[in-house]
Structure formats: structure tokens, C-alpha cells
């Protein structure tokens, strides 16, 4: 057991400027704490603390030291609201950048119904209102799961609800996990929309789509979720919500390698000579592996970038 106090990570080198937006999926997890984030303090302990430790505790603004991009995942779960997106824009950084992932009833449905679809949209636009108006609006990410395959009707629903956002100069970018949807068709379609694709890495089950470097618009995205291939199904479906998390956790209990590191910065620096912008998202979050991934990962790009010259 290590009982070594807790010390803060390196700060990874800014490369905002460069046009890379390097983060995670997410930046609050309870498990981070101790490990990424400073441990908790007792009340009493707390009063002896400077202000800057007082301002760390706040894990958006801990978090912004490190990095220029995150994901917000709560709206997958809960609807987003103006509310939140005023106070995140509060606590902000100028070179702070958001994506936002749409709630489920847009990305996980069965019906397909563009009517609803589009009106929840349109309270996602006016939610995240704030940080569009601030230009810390990165995109929407509309995440399909790896079993849904392609059909017409299914991207018909997915332009016309992306539309609407589009139309109020919010992007969308569609992450599609299923093989049958990397076609080129599909980017054509995207690419008259103007709608984004977010190239994506799962494990390499048979109906994975392949890991690229694709763009439809002119910000690209990423998103590693690890190669956990053996943890991404459960052997059997979780019975209550410990064992639901405890197998999200496995699945995504993943540590890129300083090779894998490597090889996936060449595919970023692909991406890059296609935009203006790139967003990198790790989302191997179990024990802050993303973090440590994602710092390393923005100290390739960094060394790429020099000899580059960009």
C-alpha cells in the first residue's frame, strides 16, 4: 500500500494555441480523489488551508490547470439545464473548450422520432447557451451504442435532430460504434450536413468501427475508451448498481502504453491537417488513467509540434 502523501501531477504543456484540445470524459469522479485530485480535508483541517488549496477543491477549476478540454457527461443521464451551463461558465477558463453529450432520449432511441428529437435538441441549444455565446462551446457529442447498426431511417433521425444545433451555429459530432456505419456514404452525408464525426476507439470486438482520423467539418475528434476487450461485456448482466459500476469500472480500467501513446498522436496529427481545431478525449476514467494518459499524450503532440514546426 502506498502512503506517500499526495502530490499534484505535471501540468502537461498548453498546446491550445496549436489548435489541440486535450481532456477527458468527464472530470468528476470520486476515485480520482487522492490519486488526480487532492484529497479531502476534515472541516476543522479545512480552515488552515491557503486559498489556492481552497480553490483546488473545486474540481472544475482543479481540473483547468491541467487541461483546455472535457467532456460533460451528466446531461446523458439528466437533461441539461441553463442553470449548470451559467455556472460552468462562471468557473472558466478563456481557453476552456466543452463538449456536451446529448441525454439519451436523443442518442439511444428506438423510435426515431425527428419531431421529439429536434425538440429536445432545442433545449439542449438554450441550456448551453452560455458557453456558445462565450466560445467555449466545443460541440455536441451524440453517442450511439456499438450494437446499433446502420439503417437510412436511423440517419435521416440523426442529421435532421443535428440540424437544429447546426442551424444556431452549434457543431455536432456523431459517435457511431458500429462497423456497418463506416461508409462512405456516411461521411458524404455528414460532410453536406455539416455535421462532425467523432472517430472513436473500443476494443477490437468484431463489429467495432476502426479507429481514423476522419473529418466532416472542420473540427476534429477523438475519443479512447480503451481496449478492454475481455471487460467490455459483462459474463453476466449486473444485477444492482454496484455491480453496474463495478462493471463500467472494468471496462474501462484501461492504461494506454507509451507505444500506443505514440501511435495515436500520429492519427491526432493526421486530423489536425484536415481542421482548424482537434478535440482529444480520454475516457478510460477508472483510477485516472485518462489523466495520466492525456498528459502524457499532450506531451507527444507538444514534441510532434516542435519538430513540425507548427
Given at each position: ?10 501540468i502537461p504543456p498548453d498546446i491550445t494555441r496549436q489548435g489541440f484540445f486535450i481532456g477527458t470524459s468527464g472530470y468528476y469522479y470520486d476515485d480520482w480523489i487522492g490519486v488526480f485530485n487532492p484529497p479531502k480535508v476534515s472541516a476543522v483541517a479545512s480552515r488552515a488551508l491557503t486559498e489556492e488549496q481552497k480553490a483546488d477543491a473545486d474540481r472544475l477549476r482543479f481540473y483547468q490547470k491541467y487541461f483546455s478540454f472535457v467532456e460533460i457527461n451528466n446531461t446523458f443521464y439528466r437533461e441539461p439545464l441553463l ?228
Amino acid at each position: 500500500m502506498n502512503n506517500s502523501p499526495w502530490q499534484p501531477l505535471e501540468i502537461p504543456p498548453d498546446i491550445t494555441r496549436q489548435g489541440f484540445f486535450i481532456g477527458t470524459s468527464g472530470y468528476y469522479y470520486d476515485d480520482w480523489i487522492g490519486v488526480f485530485n487532492p484529497p479531502k480535508v476534515s472541516a476543522v483541517a479545512s480552515r488552515a488551508l491557503t486559498e489556492e488549496q481552497k480553490a483546488d477543491a473545486d474540481r472544475l477549476r482543479f481540473y483547468q490547470k491541467y487541461f483546455s478540454f472535457v467532456e460533460i457527461n451528466n446531461t446523458f443521464y439528466r437533461e441539461p439545464l441553463l442553470e449548470h451551463f451559467l455556472d460552468i461558465e462562471r468557473r472558466s477558463s478563456a481557453a476552456m473548450r466543452y463538449s456536451v453529450k446529448v441525454h439519451k432520449d436523443i442518442s439511444h432511441t428506438r423510435e426515431n422520432d425527428i419531431v421529439r428529437g429536434k425538440d429536445l435538441m432545442r433545449r439542449h441549444i438554450a441550456a448551453v447557451s452560455p458557453l456558445v455565446e462565450t466560445g467555449r462551446f466545443f460541440s455536441f457529442l451524440i453517442q450511439l451504442e456499438d450494437h446499433v447498426y446502420r439503417s437510412r431511417t436511423k440517419l435521416d433521425y440523426l442529421l435532421a435532430v443535428a440540424a437544429e444545433a447546426v442551424r444556431m451555429r452549434a457543431d455536432v459530432h456523431i459517435e457511431m460504434r458500429h462497423i456497418s456505419w463506416h461508409d462512405a456514404n456516411v461521411l458524404q452525408a455528414l460532410k453536406d450536413a455539416g455535421v462532425g464525426i467523432c472517430n472513436t476507439e473500443i476494443p477490437a470486438i468484431d463489429h467495432a468501427f476502426p479507429l481514423k482520423s476522419y473529418a466532416t467539418i472542420d473540427k476534429g475528434y477523438i475519443r479512447y475508451s480503451g481496449l478492454n476487450r475481455a471487460k467490455w461485456y459483462p459474463d453476466k448482466k449486473p444485477a444492482g448498481a454496484k455491480e453496474k459500476i463495478a462493471a463500467r469500472n472494468a471496462r474501462y480500467d484501461y492504461d494506454y502504453s507509451d507505444e500506443e501513446i505514440l501511435a495515436r498522436a500520429e492519427g491526432q496529427m493526421a486530423l489536425h491537417k484536415k481542421t482548424t481545431s482537434v478535440a482529444i478525449a480520454f475516457n478510460n476514467h477508472f483510477q485516472a488513467k485518462a489523466i495520466k494518459n492525456a498528459i502524457a499524450n499532450s506531451k507527444v503532440l507538444k514534441q510532434k509540434l516542435l519538430i513540425s514546426g507548427v
